[in-house]
């Protein structure tokens, strides 16, 4: 049914900056909600940021000001724009599907980030 495919990880310099994407299968993505998570080895997974089907956001306190989540929604595709990014950022990202009543939640399979000089 709803599959999602993260894209545009990579290896970025501190302060650098990368975009990344998640395309989305299936006929509810304009109403769902959707999430990109991250998780750093040894760590759980934590949220960075969340859009509703309104378009309404919400941010990590540690992302904040410098993440900005988007979707369009004739391409069925949600991505995170990481602007000055940190060695703190470095993990692994997901993309997550939130079916309208919340009665499912879909994963990606996850694209490596990694900030180092």
């Known amino acids: 049914q709803v599959q999602l495919v993260e894209s545009g990880g990579g290896l970025v310099q501190p302060g650098g900056s990368l975009r990344l994407s998640c395309a989305a299968s299936?006929?509810?993505?304009?109403?769902?909600?959707m999430g990109w998570y991250r998780q750093a080895p040894g760590k759980e997974r934590e949220l960075v940021a969340t859009?509703?089907?309104?378009?309404?956001?919400s941010y990590a306190d540690s992302v904040k000001g410098r993440f900005t989540i988007s979707r369009e929604n004739a391409k069925n595709r949600v991505y995170l724009q990481m602007n000055n990014m940190k060695p703190e950022d470095t993990a692994v990202y997901y993309c997550?599907?939130?079916?309208?009543?919340?009665?499912?939640?879909?994963w990606g399979q996850g694209t490596q980030v990694t900030v180092s000089s």
């Open positions: 299936g006929s509810i993505f304009s109403r769902s909600a």
């Open positions: 859009i509703t089907s309104d378009f309404s956001t």
């Open positions: 997550k599907q939130t079916s309208p009543g919340s009665s499912y939640v879909y």
